[in-house]
């Protein structure tokens, strides 16, 4: 594990600065790569993205500190057969060359060594995630989704 990176589990009381810190990194992703200035999956904005995340069962939640702040947080999914799936990973925009995602991933890698296979999806518009992925991470590019609401994302597997 880094050093300088300690995660956490996420009360309800982090519900508040993560649901500010997730909004601010998914707008700055859409207004980079949509003509929108924001948008995100649903209630990534309002708490109740994070809320679900946290308290869903099957699900194990950390808020990432990093030199004693929030500065993000990730969700996994342990699946059957050691089949894990990344639910979500976002870190403060204001972090950003500070290589977090990459220490992040990382330390995810380290705890959670018994993974056979992991799975992580995106919207189809992130280049920098899907960059992210494939080249910092180790993922390929498996398939792309259509949703119900018209937008596509695309899945990566390792």
Request: charged letters at 25%.
């Amino acid at each position: 594990m880094n050093n300088n990176l300690e995660y956490k589990k996420i009360y309800s009381t982090d519900y508040e600065i993560l649901t500010r810190i997730m909004t601010s990194a998914f707008n700055e992703d859409t207004a980079i790569n949509t003509n929108l200035k924001e948008d995100g999956p649903t209630g990534y904005n309002d708490g109740t993205l994070i809320k679900k995340l946290n308290e869903q069962e099957g699900f194990q939640s950390y808020k990432i500190i990093y030199e004693n702040n929030i500065v993000g947080a990730y969700t996994i999914e342990i699946a059957h057969n050691d089949e894990y799936t990344l639910e979500m990973l976002f870190i403060d925009p204001t972090y950003r060359n500070e290589h977090l995602g990459t220490l992040v991933w990382k330390d995810i890698q380290q705890k959670y060594i018994s993974a056979k296979s992991w799975t992580v999806e995106t919207p189809d518009y992130s280049k920098r995630n899907h960059h992210f992925y494939t080249e910092k991470c180790g993922f390929t590019f498996y398939k792309e989704n259509i949703h119900p609401n018209g937008c596509k994302s695309f899945v990566f597997k390792k």
